[in-house]
């Protein structure tokens, strides 16, 4: 009778440890196909969202693009004095900044006639010095760099010998500037200067310092500045014009355009010093830079684009793209 118990008790261990064992198996069992569906759901989540993105992307970037060609129609074909000024948006011409609006967004123009930058083949280093200076570029870097262009575009001191470009890649030294990109050839120049850079703030957001391009250009041909377009530092860079003179001038020119400088005097409480005068002009170029950075409406996705647009009379041709940047950065 006792060994009859004693076998009935280990059976019952043996089937207690094959139960506990096969509880274990199930527990593991459902622990791993509840991270399996977690994994399954935050990568469902993660296609979701990559795809919402792409879509927004896309549609910010249709609304960029339709607001460069917003622009365009209003430069190339501008109304007759008879006509009404198009109602989709608030750009007239002299002032930099404008919105078409879009149902569900908006595209967020700026379009600055290349007379509002510094041309970097025509302005004197005092001008180049004091805009480099506003990019936080201590006095004496300034100066040296200012320098540097200026004897990169001068003649040679020897003879003006002509030299064979096609058997060069690079252009030679003592030559006007092709295009932007050519001035990082400049002893003393970096993208960090010409294009700015990024950084991460105490908020963890990421902070663009724009670079000295944004007022710089290759292609207005004259060394006055547009006052109606000419950024705040831009206009800084002209002698005897400080902060205060350079944000009033804005100021105004939202409200309306200035027609000539001498009208700048009757608008500002303050006046433009006469060693200001001769670097300050209200004639206008035929090149545009348009900046356009498409919004949707409930999105904080944006796409930004650029074009430059020269216009033209070529039979029933008003204008021309001279080039276009996909995804510039806002300013």
């Known amino acids: 009778m006792m060994k009859t118990n004693g076998v009935l008790e280990s059976a019952g261990r043996s089937h207690k440890r094959q139960a506990g064992m096969a509880l274990l198996v199930v ?76 149902n569900g967004g908006r595209a967020r123009l700026q379009l600055v006639n290349e007379a509002g930058k510094l041309d970097l083949d025509h302005v004197p280093a005092e001008q180049l010095e004091r805009l480099f200076e506003s990019q936080g570029l201590n006095p004496a870097r300034a100066q040296e760099l200012a320098e540097a262009i200026v004897d990169w575009r001068s003649p040679s001191k020897d003879d003006l010998q002509e030299v064979d470009v096609s058997k060069s890649e690079q252009r030679p030294h003592h030559a006007p500037f092709e295009s932007m990109e050519e001035a990082l050839r400049v002893p003393g120049m970096s993208r960090g200067i010409l294009y700015g850079g990024a950084e991460v703030d105490t908020m963890g957001k990421v902070r663009r310092g724009l670079g000295a391009a944004r007022d710089l250009s290759v292609r207005s041909g004259q060394a006055q500045l547009n006052i109606n377009y ?24 939202k409200r309306e355009p200035f027609k000539t400088v001498g009208e700048v005097n009757d608008r500002i409480s303050g006046s433009l010093p006469d060693e200001a005068l001769p670097y300050l002009t209200t004639a206008e170029g035929n090149i545009y830079s348009i900046v356009s950075t498409g919004e949707l409406d409930g999105s904080p996705v944006r796409r930004t684009v650029e074009a430059v647009v020269q216009l033209v009379s070529e039979g029933t041709r008003k204008y021309r793209i001279v080039s276009w940047y996909d995804d510039d950065w806002n300013e």
């Open 27 to 102: 527990l593991w069992t459902v622990a791993l196909l509840v991270l399996l569906v977690i994994a399954l759901s935050n990568s469902v989540q993660v296609e979701v969202r990559t795809a919402t993105y792409r879509k927004e992307a896309a549609q910010a970037y249709s609304l960029a693009c339709g607001g460069v060609e917003a622009a365009i129609l209003e430069i190339a074909y501008p109304p007759t004095e008879d006509q009404k000024h198009s109602p989709i948006w608030t750009w007239r011409q002299g002032q930099r900044n404008g919105v078409v609006p879009f």
């Open 230 to 253: 000419a950024s705040e530092a831009a206009l800084r860079s002209v002698p005897g014009i400080d902060v205060d003179l350079a944000q009033a001038i804005i100021g105004q020119r």
